[in-house]
C-alpha cells in the first residue's frame, strides 16, 4: 500500500466532482501549485468520485476547465477513486482482520429517531465534531454469527471502526500530527481528542471505502508528502492519522488553510450554492482577478479554534 518516500515533496488538490468548484477550492488549488512550485515538487491531481450517484463525468470535466483556466498544472496521470475500489477493500479487509470494524445495521433515518428521543428526555446523545450523531453502543456488540444472519437478510449496513479497539491497539488516546501554521513553514505538533468521532464509517454494504478510508490509502499510493486542505478538514485530520497508524501508512506533513467567506460572511459551500468558478469564468471574469480573489478574500477565523501545538 505504501510507496516509497520520494526526495521531492509530493502535493496533491483532491477535489470530489459532486458539484461545482467554488473560490475556496480556488484558494486550495493555488495554494498547492505555489507550493509545489516553491519547494520544487510534483502537484498531483485526483478525483474523489466514490459517490457514484453525484459524481458524473460532467462536473469532473467542468473542474478539468476551471484548473485549466486557472492555470494550473498537474503532474502525472489523474488518479479516480472509482478505479480503485479494489485497493480500498484490501485497506477494510485489513482492519477487519485487526478486529477493528464491525458492520451497524441502523439506518441513518433510525438513528435520527433513537437522537430525537433521547433528546425529547433531556439525554444528551455523543455528537462527532462535524455534528453527526454517534451511533448506538449496542450496534458494536453483536457476534459474528449475528452479522452473518443479518446480512443475509438483505439489509443495508455500514461498516464502522470500533474506535475503543483501535485507541486500544495504538496504546494511546492521542493522536498528533506536524502541521504548518502557514504554508510551507516549519510545522509544529497538533493534537486532538479522536474519540470526540466515535465509531466513524469506513464503508457500506455497496460502497467499499468513505472518503476517510479512500483519503489515507490514495495519499500513501501516490507518496504525498504534503497535504494542503481547507479548514473544514482540521478536525477530520485526527481519523485520517489514526487509519495512518493502524494501516502502516506513512505520515504526511498538514498545512489547513482559512476558509474563505462569502459577502454575507457565510463560509463557501457547493450546499448553499456559493458562485461556481465556471460561472465566474464563463461570465467573463479573467482568471487573474480569480486568482487575486481567491487568495484574498475575506476569511473565516472566528469558527475554528486554533491547535494545540508544540514543539
Ligand atoms: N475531496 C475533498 C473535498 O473536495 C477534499 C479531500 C482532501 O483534501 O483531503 O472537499
Not at 521531492?8 to 495554494?31: C, D, E, M, Q, T
Not at 458494536?140 to 452473518?148: F, G, I, L, V
Not at 446480512?151 to 470500533?162: K, Q, V
Request: charged letters at 30%; proline letters at 6%.
Amino acid at each position: 500500500m505504501v510507496n516509497a518516500p520520494p526526495d521531492k515533496p509530493v502535493f496533491r488538490f483532491a477535489p470530489s466532482p459532486n458539484g461545482a468548484l467554488h473560490l475556496g477550492h480556488a484558494r486550495s488549488a493555488i495554494l498547492n501549485d505555489i507550493a509545489a512550485r516553491q519547494s520544487g515538487g510534483r502537484l498531483l491531481l485526483r478525483m474523489e468520485n466514490i459517490d457514484l450517484a453525484r459524481c458524473t463525468p460532467e462536473l469532473e470535466h467542468r473542474i478539468n476547465e476551471d484548473l485549466d483556466w486557472l492555470g494550473i498544472k498537474f503532474d502525472g496521470p489523474v488518479r479516480r477513486q472509482s478505479d480503485n475500489f479494489d485497493y480500498y477493500r484490501r485497506g477494510l479487509s485489513r482492519l477487519r482482520e485487526l478486529g477493528l470494524v464491525y458492520p451497524s445495521f441502523t439506518t441513518r433515518g433510525e438513528l435520527r429517531q433513537v437522537v430525537a428521543i433521547a433528546e425529547k428526555e433531556g439525554r444528551s446523545w455523543p455528537r462527532d465534531p462535524d455534528g453527526a450523531p454517534h451511533p448506538p453502543a449496542s450496534e458494536r456488540t453483536r457476534s459474528e454469527e449475528d452479522w452473518a444472519t443479518l446480512m443475509a437478510t438483505g439489509r443495508s449496513y455500514a461498516w464502522r471502526l470500533d474506535m475503543d479497539a483501535a485507541l486500544e491497539r495504538l496504546g494511546s488516546e492521542e493522536i498528533t500530527w506536524n502541521e504548518s501554521r502557514t504554508l510551507l513553514d516549519e510545522p509544529s505538533v497538533a493534537r486532538f481528542e479522536v474519540r470526540q468521532w466515535g465509531d466513524v464509517v469506513l464503508a457500506r454494504k455497496d460502497t467499499p471505502t468513505s472518503y476517510h478510508l479512500a483519503v489515507v490509502m490514495d495519499d500513501a499510493m501516490q507518496a504525498v508528502t504534503h497535504i494542503v486542505r481547507g479548514r473544514d478538514l482540521y478536525a477530520a485530520t485526527a481519523i485520517h492519522r489514526l487509519l495512518q497508524r493502524l494501516l502502516d501508512l506513512p505520515e504526511p506533513v498538514y498545512h489547513h488553510h482559512a476558509l474563505i467567506l462569502d459577502e454575507e460572511g457565510r463560509k463557501l459551500s457547493k450546499s448553499a450554492g456559493s458562485t461556481a468558478l465556471s460561472t465566474r469564468r464563463l461570465s467573463g471574469q479573467g482568471a487573474g482577478k480569480i486568482k487575486t480573489l481567491a487568495l484574498s478574500a475575506r476569511e473565516a477565523v472566528a469558527d475554528f479554534t486554533l491547535p494545540k501545538t508544540s514543539g
